[in-house]
């Protein structure tokens, strides 16, 4: 039995994990029989949006890994403890957590930085050959986090030529790719999809992650 780790961002698509992508990935790793353990950062949220209004609400502070943990339903652990030992790969939902808590990207663009306990689990799966998947956003910190440990990685964000160029400019390489496919970066052990980039629907959505969590779990 696979053992993957899924890191979350918080919740909800203006200020964390987005949460179809969340749930329809754990939906297809219970599916396929794999062991799953979910991690995230603890400390506070860029910011919390109002999810009706799509506006930043002004005085309220969020944990990440608390938000989290309601996705989770509350079953979670700290990034720290996340063991790559006992992990054989690594799956990032997509949301604006990815480019507001998990990295700057929001403010910095491709001269972001991560979040350093992500930045190093990235990089260490990385050099212990783990596989990985990101979806939506979060194939910005595989480019990142893979330019950091020395290499060229491939990813996709789906055909958004800004999101591209921000992908080339950390020295990445970006494919495009529609909602119900994905790209796999071989060399690196990397599986991308766009997901809610370019879904337009939650069954769209679920027919790319579904095929990242299957092609994920094949590379194993």
């Given at each position: 039995?696979?053992?993957?780790?899924?890191?979350?961002?918080?919740?909800?698509?203006?200020?964390?994990?987005?949460?179809?992508?969340?749930?329809?990935?754990?939906?297809?790793?219970?599916?396929?029989?794999?062991?799953?353990?979910?991690?995230?950062?603890?400390?506070?949220?860029?910011?919390?949006?109002?999810?009706?209004?799509?506006?930043?609400?002004?005085?309220?502070?969020?944990?990440?890994?608390?938000?989290?943990?309601?996705?989770?339903?509350?079953?979670?652990?700290?990034?720290?403890r996340a063991?790559?030992?006992?992990?054989?790969?690594?799956?990032?939902?997509?949301?604006?957590?990815?480019?507001?808590?998990?990295?700057?990207?929001?403010?910095?663009?491709?001269?972001?930085?991560?979040?350093?306990?992500?930045?190093?689990?990235?990089?260490?799966?990385?050099?212990?050959?783990?596989?990985?998947?990101?979806?939506?956003?979060?194939?910005?910190?595989?480019?990142?986090?893979?330019?950091?440990?020395?290499?060229?990685?491939?990813?996709?964000?789906?055909?958004?030529?800004?999101?591209?160029?921000?992908?080339?400019a950390m020295?990445?390489?970006?494919?495009?790719?529609?909602?119900?496919?994905?790209?796999?970066?071989?060399?690196?052990?990397?599986?991308?999809?766009?997901?809610?980039?370019?879904?337009?629907?939650?069954?769209?959505?679920?027919?790319?992650?579904?095929?990242?969590v299957r092609?994920?779990?094949?590379?194993?």
């Amino acid at each position: 039995m696979a053992t993957v780790g899924v890191i979350l961002s918080g919740c909800g698509i203006f200020d964390g994990s987005e949460i179809h992508e969340s749930v329809l990935t754990l939906l297809a790793l219970d599916k396929a029989g794999a062991s799953v353990h979910i991690f995230a950062p603890s400390g506070p949220q860029k910011h919390v949006v109002d999810h009706v209004r799509n506006k930043v609400v002004k005085g309220e502070e969020r944990d990440i890994l608390e938000e989290s943990a309601r996705i989770a339903r509350g079953k979670i652990q700290d990034i720290s403890r996340a063991d790559l030992n006992s992990l054989d790969a690594l799956i990032f939902p997509g949301g604006s957590g990815i480019v507001k808590n998990l990295s700057n990207f929001s403010d910095q663009g491709p001269q972001c930085t991560l979040v350093p306990k992500v930045e190093r689990l990235i990089i260490d799966a990385l050099e212990q050959k783990k596989v990985l998947g990101f979806m939506c956003l979060a194939p910005l910190l595989a480019a990142k986090a893979g330019v950091r440990a020395g290499r060229k990685p491939l990813v996709t964000l789906g055909n958004d030529p800004d999101m591209a160029r921000a992908v080339e400019a950390m020295g990445a390489e970006h494919k495009n790719c529609p909602a119900v496919d994905v790209v796999i970066d071989t060399q690196n052990q990397i599986v991308t999809t766009p997901a809610y980039m370019l879904a337009r629907s939650i069954s769209e959505a679920e027919t790319g992650i579904t095929k990242l969590v299957r092609t994920v779990l094949s590379m194993i």
